[in-house]
């Protein structure tokens, strides 16, 4: 089935470092998701996004709904350990069925 | 815990056996969603109900796979005469659907891990 371009696939980067992924689409959405998700649990949503241009954050994420409603951002400040997973971006439409991305691969060395 | 519960978390099968996997969404919620993933790629969407309704079926891999959410509580997924490429992990999400954007997200289960030997 169709996937969201998420990018990068994976990220290598030191404790205390910012993290930015995105995520492209060739469909308009009316929502953006966020999600995480641990080894062998399911996806957790981290941050929702309901208008263009809207910037949201929750703690040390933050993550924007693109001006063109066809792309989205996920910045994690200051990452720590505790932010290894994999983050899946999901665009939903007017019937709240969403595509998920690829998702990004984030390890986070001490 | 009053979150999504999946049952059973894993799930070790013979090729051509059939198998059954259950879905508990979050008591308020009336919609249910089925997805599969497999490794390296995000939730693919199956099917969903709304209440006891099944909404959209037609994204159900092969004719293989059935879902049912009969008093619109509870939900199950079957799978029948199982191949090896069903090995993946199947989530369940539940929403309450409304005509507010921000009512209708999905909030997933810990997955079933199916493997066909």
């Given amino acids: 089935g169709q996937q969201l371009n998420q990018s990068p696939q994976s990220m290598f980067i030191q404790e205390g470092e910012d993290v930015s992924m995105n995520c492209t689409s060739s469909s308009i959405f009316n929502t953006w998701l966020w999600y995480k998700q641990d080894p ?45 997973g994999i983050y899946f971006c999901a665009g939903q439409g007017g019937s709240y069925i969403p595509t998920f991305g690829r998702g990004t691969s984030l390890i986070v060395h001490p | 815990d009053t979150g999504v519960s999946q049952d059973p978390r894993h799930k070790i099968t013979k090729r051509g056996q059939n198998v059954t996997f259950r879905c508990d969404p979050i008591s308020e919620h009336n919609r249910l969603y089925w997805y599969r993933q497999t490794l390296g790629q995000g939730p693919e969407f199956l099917t969903y109900f709304q209440n006891e309704a099944q909404l959209e079926k037609s994204r159900l891999l092969s004719d293989r796979f059935s879902a049912e959410r009969p008093k619109g509580s509870f939900s199950t997924l079957e799978i029948q005469r199982t191949e090896q490429g069903d090995s993946a992990m199947y989530l369940c999400a539940s929403s309450l659907a409304s005509g507010r954007p921000r009512m209708n997200e999905q909030y997933f289960g810990p997955g079933t891990r199916l493997t066909v030997t």
């Fill in chain 1, 40 to 84: 062998g649990e399911g996806p957790v949503l981290l941050i929702a996004l309901y208008k263009a241009g809207e910037l949201t954050s929750n703690g040390r994420l933050t993550a924007q709904f693109g001006i063109t409603r066809k792309d989205s951002f996920l910045n994690i400040s200051a990452s720590i350990p505790s932010d290894v």
